[in-house]
């Protein structure tokens, strides 16, 4: 056979070149609890238990514009997929939805405290945990709750179009496949749930173990894979289709908090998430191994985010840090 027609290795992953801290940013007065990076990478979302959200420049972390409304806590953040829309899910028991085109549209700064809500959503009866855009259309979010219900909504009336009884606890998250047409669903009571998105019918119980709870679970970029994390310090990589469990990323400390972590797929394929130790840790996808465990942060990691386009890293802490965290690859 010649070298002509003999198979190519696969090109070998990139060198994995570490993250280092380069801003540190105080946004909020309470323990920080979620940070989302825009779709469009111009802006940086972070919430917090004092009730507000803010935006921030994703290079400096300068306030552009705080959005107030809620008169508890915010626990999540999604963003639609044209960046033009922010949906936060609070324990006051609504949602609300901001519109945030004049930010990124307008020739001259912002006024940083208009009011840009144009929808409050409100059903749940207990808090609401989660919520998630439909990446297909800005029209529709799911969101899940303390009471124990994945609740699918209509943007444009502020309508909830249906009620799914998804779980027997808390529900921690819901998110919607690429294409939008499921959701997955993670709660309390231990079990992993996938829902179709239009009828709200089980499609499938990906786990059912009553224990450890299921802290946070998302689809992978391409829609092949779940990442699940439990409360017994374990994130899992899950292929839905046939439920089995792919691969297991541990070392870090997850028992007591919904820590949401993160594909990063700009520079190699990473996952990423916060810890109870006050760090961040990142494994590779495929081989497992942590390549990176970043310090700096002075309470348990809560949140992380991973630009869309670029090497960098957002994290958020808890009370006794307050802050937004900027980190960056070398080279």
Known sequence: ?????????????????????????????????????????????????????????????????????????????????????????????????????????????????????????????????????????????????????????????????????????????????????????????????????GTGSCLKTVIDDKKPAVSCSMFSPNGKFILVATLDDSLKLCNYATGKFLKVYSGHVNRAYCIQSAFSVTNGKYIVSGSEDKCIYIWDLQGKNILQKMEGHTDAVISVSCHPTENKIASGSLDNDKTVRLWVQDG
């Not at 803010?54 to 508890?72: F, M």
């Not at 144009?118 to 899940?144: D, E, M, W, Y």
């Not at 502020?158 to 998804?166: K, L, S």
């Open 1 to 197: 056979m010649s070298s002509a027609t003999q198979q190519q290795p696969p090109p070998a992953a990139p060198p994995y070149r570490p993250y280092r801290q380069v801003r540190a940013a105080t946004p909020h007065a309470r323990a920080i609890s979620c940070v989302r990076f825009s779709p469009c990478g111009r802006l940086l979302a972070t919430a917090s238990l004092d009730g507000t959200v803010a935006l921030l420049s994703p290079s400096s972390l300068a306030v552009i514009a705080n959005l107030r409304g809620h008169t508890q806590g915010v626990s999540d953040l999604s963003w639609s997929t044209d960046s033009n829309y922010l949906c936060s899910a609070s324990d006051d028991r609504t949602l609300r939805i901001w519109d945030i085109r004049s930010i990124l549209s307008g020739p001259k700064p912002a006024d940083p405290n208009a009011d840009r809500c144009i929808r409050v959503l409100k059903g749940h009866t207990n808090f609401v945990f989660s919520a998630n855009f439909n990446p297909q259309t800005s029209s529709q979010v799911a969101s899940g709750g303390f009471d124990c219900t994945v609740r699918i909504w209509d943007v444009s009336s502020g309508r909830c179009i249906r009620t799914i009884d998804a779980h027997s606890e808390p529900v921690t998250s819901v998110h919607f496949i690429r294409d939008g047409s499921i959701i997955v669903s993670g709660s309390h009571d231990g079990s992993c749930k996938i829902w179709d998105a």
